[in-house]
């Protein structure tokens, strides 16, 4: 069945209303258009109800034309190479922001090209000059180390050469780690990286992909921020982007639009209702020089332990090899019973970080005798930092030095906005 005869014999083009009538029923929608990941016999209408439906078109299958689409809207692929126009280049990963409904499954894919995902918000085109690349259509549960540095170099080159910013649309689920790496691998940077991400798929009605990637371009072509961050749902309604440090930015909570929240401290600034208002310090965007990316990373060694009652002595020695950060309990402990596993591994030249499940709030490792324990064998406190930025930086500290007195003055002190002293 061959689906663009069968819609240009009824007239019908993207964004005009049809009626699909086949012997399962007559369904009305607005007509979607195409993308890279449509199956060639299916016809995607988007409902009254704002979900979109994929039908797969059968020999019985009709088309009608409703009504035509309003002449005044653009087409959704129109591309606007104007000049004067800020360049942003927007850097695909996948995820829920950059991903398509399968209509046979309902499984949700990270597939949708970072063109199709531009096309899909038509206001981008008017704003700025986009400039789209593919890196990888992948969930980010997968992501490693490598990616992080292909993401780091690609977003170095887009900048030095002419973008004004760059869009990376990310899985949320690891968004925070992957911003806290671009943290401490982008030096120099002469605009702003912004990771964006979405809770909810963009055939559903309560999307948030359209306003967050909107107000990721907002930040991108107006804001003068020279760090990586992150730019998300700040409210249940859709009113607030919050632009999140990219080194405390955490998702805290597994389906609500409002998940992300800067860790102890508050956003740098916020996207509301189209205005970009900045709340705290932020690094400028330098004004000269190249972007540098300093990527050497210990990537292998270092692991993350989560403290539970259960713990044993024998994970930790078998776990631990250049480092760990020990995600402890309240100010930051961990069982008495494994004090001795993590003397013999710092014996052995690991390093120890301690941060808290606790998230929020500072580890104190004064205030009772298991985290004074801990300090004495050599334990480092991740302050207030994220779990997550003190793993990243730790593997990224290790990559640089493994002397031990270095090493725990690094992981004291504020490299790039990750902990307050
Ligand atoms: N788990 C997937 C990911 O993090 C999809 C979730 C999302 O994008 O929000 O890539």
Redesign the pocket.
Known sequence: MNIDKMLREARAEEGDRIEVASKFGNVKGVLMPKTASTSDDVITLKLDNGYNVGIAVKEDTEVRLIEKKHTSSKPAHAKTEASGKPIVAILGT????A?FVDYRSGA?H?AVSPEDLAASVPQISELCNIRTKMLFS????DMQPEHWRKIAHEAANELNSGARAVIIP??????GFTAAALSFMLKNLTGPVILV???RSSDRPSSDAEMNLLSAVKVAIESDIGEVVAVMHDSTSDDRCAIHRGCKVRKMHTSRRDAFQTINGEPIGYVETGKISMAGQYRKKADSGQVEVDDKMDDENISMILSYPGLGAEHIKDVVIDGTVLVGTGLGHVSNRILPAIKQVIARGAFVVMASQCVNGRVNMNVYSTGRDLLDLGVVSAQDMTPEAAYVKLMWVLGHTKDRKEVKRLMATNLVGELTE
């Open positions: 996948g995820g829920t922001i991903s949700v990270p992948m969930l980010s549960e990310h899985g949320t689920d690891t968004l991400g979405a809770q």
